[in-house]
């Protein structure tokens, strides 16, 4: 396509530029079109025609005129002087080089990547204004703080200014001083700011943690979907879409919604080779945060975060962890935004070393020495989690990722999922949280590196080819059995536990399914004439809890699933339909071998058990059940943590153990004169069902 360039005269401020046709300025019509271009938006040295590549970032698909790229050398030196970095990190040159020769791009990158490099570098070299869509206010200062220390001329736009303060950023724009302008999506409703917008020559627009326009990504934002009718205000300027944690679904998604055209996908750098992964079964609340409260312990030095579900579980962490460190803080939604703006700059200088935050924090904050991420909760998707692991060991220094996991935990989520299923049109947002979830919940149960089921999961190829990690838990203590087929004989059992849990159609939890297989003659069962099920009585060779082992491993297998927190209740998956049409066999996923089916035996009373077995008698179940009871009220009367009396270990020991005597409470381990002394004569009339 021919250009014609008409220098009215280079030596005043602006000269216009003519060029055929360009389809987006005046919609319909067909004619030549000129825009005005300022000389000192032009690189100075540059010959004007060298510009053009940066100019052709205006045009879409098709450039009115051919590309003159930028050679490495222009590239590496504006890296630089401008941003003090002698390297381009992988993914970034090749993001930067698409964009600034006026191509769409999406790019996955994982968090401390450098993804803001991609449009911070283009900016300093576009002639217009380079608009960055971000989500969060307080990144968005940050960022701006330090371009400007770089010479960029850079501006944020937000609720958060002040009158005067937004005066001046309007000013600026007026007066087309700015670089790059950061704008927070809830801006894109006012039209005043919007009609300013149009007026300007926007060369890139950007939108940063573009997770948010997916409802599959975890963080959704409705703003965001507004984004799409704004690029076509502005004339469809090219578009750059970054982000740390898109499935393949919410990169479709995203291409999608933002109208991309052949952009330029790079998903590079999942593989965070310095964090050690981790999840660790908890069998309570209580052994979470001691748990917590030893893992933090151990860390003297560096920046520790904590991930909790909720606000009450934030704020109770935070206060527990108080108790025995200091610089703790905690940040969440309920926060007015004075607060979360001091606790995230005393974050940031280090005042805070320990924080306990909700997903509301993490977004975008790049602090190098986080050394520990322990989730307290399990989070709703494999993006969220692998998102707010990776605050840590930004510096390329060892850091750990710890999850705990207890089961329970999940009720919070399914507590989510509910609120979602309850709002009219969230009902298909239900649906996706559940899928996010289970898939989560595959990662906690992987057997094998935990560093390649995430990057599976991403689909990073290119890393996946480099092998396990070494450093996760399941590389390090490498499961015994990862993946075994079934014998004859359990993959019948299996058989029949998949179709009883069809006949029930849904309507039981694993306890009836157990029951209706081992023939059971409790009356709620004959109620609801489980006697009827065709499976009635296939497992009652096996006991119960081999059968429930069953049920759990054919749930970790992804044959069942579980629906519901108060009453869970299972049903089949695809994969379990599959084998009762017979189209697939069996194969458990278990990660140790269930134990086979050896009778339960009652621990002698002669000798000082170490802990008790799993697979507790249902009397050492009751006398548990009591002891917890009791744990509460001390822990209530003495207001403290329950596990500061107790940790459930020993009370699992003194269940199994049975002390009638104080002398033999004593002989339990976790019980030290002072707690014999002081609990005592509580404890053994619990055991004895005397409370
Ligand atoms: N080429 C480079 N060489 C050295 N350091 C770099 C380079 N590119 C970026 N960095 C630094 O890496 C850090 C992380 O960059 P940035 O904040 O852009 O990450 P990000 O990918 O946007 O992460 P997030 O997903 O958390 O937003 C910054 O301190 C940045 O200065
Ligand atoms: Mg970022
Ligand atoms: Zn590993």
Avoid at 250 to 266: A, E, H, N, T, Y
Avoid at 360 to 375: P, Q, W
Avoid at 415 to 427: N, V
């Amino acid at each position: 396509m021919a250009l014609c360039l008409e220098r009215e005269n280079i030596q005043h401020d602006s000269f216009r530029l003519f060029f055929p046709s360009y389809p987006p300025l005046t919609k319909g019509k067909n004619h030549s079109q000129a825009i005005n271009v300022q000389v000192r938006d032009l690189i100075p040295g540059l010959p004007v025609v060298r510009q053009s590549s940066i100019l052709s970032s205006l045009f879409q698909s098709s450039p009115p005129f051919s590309l003159i790229n930028l050679t490495v050398d222009d590239l590496t030196r504006q890296l630089s002087e401008q941003f003090g970095f002698a390297t381009f990190r992988p993914g970034q040159e090749e993001v930067i080089r698409a964009v600034l020769a006026g191509r769409d791009a999406m790019t996955v990158m994982p968090t401390g990547q450098g993804k803001s490099l991609c449009y911070q570098l283009p900016a300093t070299l576009l002639p217009g204004l380079t608009l960055v869509i971000s989500p969060l206010i307080a990144l968005m200062q940050d960022q701006v703080a330090s371009l400007k220390q770089r010479g960029i001329k850079a501006a944020a736009f937000h609720s958060g200014l002040t009158g005067s303060e937004k005066h001046r950023v309007i000013q600026d724009l007026n007066q087309k001083r700015l670089q790059l302008l950061y704008l927070a999506p809830e801006r894109m409703q006012h039209e005043g700011f919007l009609q300013l917008l149009r007026t300007l020559w926007v060369s890139l627009l950007v939108v940063d943690e573009a997770h948010c326009i997916s409802q599959w990504g975890h963080d959704f934002r409705p703003d965001y979907l507004k984004i799409g009718r704004l690029r076509q205000e502005l004339t469809n300027p090219p578009c750059l879409a970054l982000t740390a944690t898109a499935t393949t679904r919410v990169q479709i998604d995203l291409c999608k919604r933002l109208s991309l055209r052949d952009p330029l996908k790079l998903v590079a750098g999942f593989r965070r080779p310095n964090l050690a992964l981790s999840v660790r079964p908890c069998q309570s609340r209580q052994e979470k945060l001691a748990t917590l409260e030893r893992l933090v312990r151990e860390r003297e030095k560096g920046t520790i975060l904590v991930y909790c579900a909720t606000r009450r579980a934030v704020e109770e962490v935070a206060e527990w962890l108080g108790h025995s460190h200091q610089s703790v803080g905690y940040y969440h939604a309920g926060l007015s935004d004075e607060e979360r703006r001091l606790v995230h700059d005393d974050f940031r200088r280090g005042t805070v070393r320990i924080l306990a935050a909700t997903n509301a924090f993490g977004m975008g904050i790049d602090k190098s020495d986080v050394r520990l991420v322990v989730h307290f909760d399990i989070p709703g998707s494999v993006e969220a989690y692998y998102q707010e692991v990776g605050r840590a060991g930004r510096d390329g220094q060892p850091a750990a990722c710890v999850l705990l996991f207890h089961e329970r935990d999940l009720a919070t989520q399914e507590y989510f999922i509910q609120l979602a299923a309850k709002d009219p049109e969230g009902s298909d947002r239900a649906a996706r949280m559940r899928t996010l979830l289970q898939e989560m919940l595959g990662y906690v149960s992987v057997p094998t590196c935990r560093q390649l089921a995430i990057l599976d999961y991403f689909s990073d190829e290119a890393e996946r080819a480099l092998g396990p990690c070494g450093l996760c838990d399941r590389c390090v203590t490498p499961v015994r059995q990862a993946c075994r087929e079934v014998s004859r004989d359990d993959a019948a059992s299996a058989k029949a536990v998949l179709e009883t849990v069809s006949w029930c159609g849904g309507r039981f939890g694993v306890s009836r399914i157990v029951e209706i297989l081992r023939g059971s003659r409790s009356k709620a069962l004959l109620a609801f004439g489980g006697e009827g099920c065709p499976t009635y009585g296939m497992c009652r060779a096996l006991s119960k809890p081999s059968v429930t082992g069953l049920v759990k491993d054919l749930i970790d297998s992804g044959y069942l699933q579980v629906e519901g927190a108060e009453y869970p209740t299972i049903d089949l998956t695809g994969r379990g339909q599959e084998i009762l049409r017979g189209t697939s066999a069996v194969i458990l996923k278990g990660a140790e071998e269930r134990p086979r089916d050896v009778p339960v035996k009652k621990p002698s009373r002669d000798r000082a058990l170490p802990i008790v077995a799993l697979g507790a008698s249902p009397e050492d179940q009751q006398i548990f059940e009591r002891l917890r009871q009791l744990r509460t009220e001390l822990a209530e009367e003495e207001n403290v943590a329950p596990f500061v009396i107790f940790h459930d270990k020993t009370l699992k020991a003194i269940a199994s153990h049975r002390p009638a005597t104080t002398g033999a409470l004593l002989e339990v381990p976790g019980i030290g004169e002072l707690k014999a002394e002081r609990y005592g004569r509580r404890v053994l009339a619990a055991v004895n069902g005397e409370k």
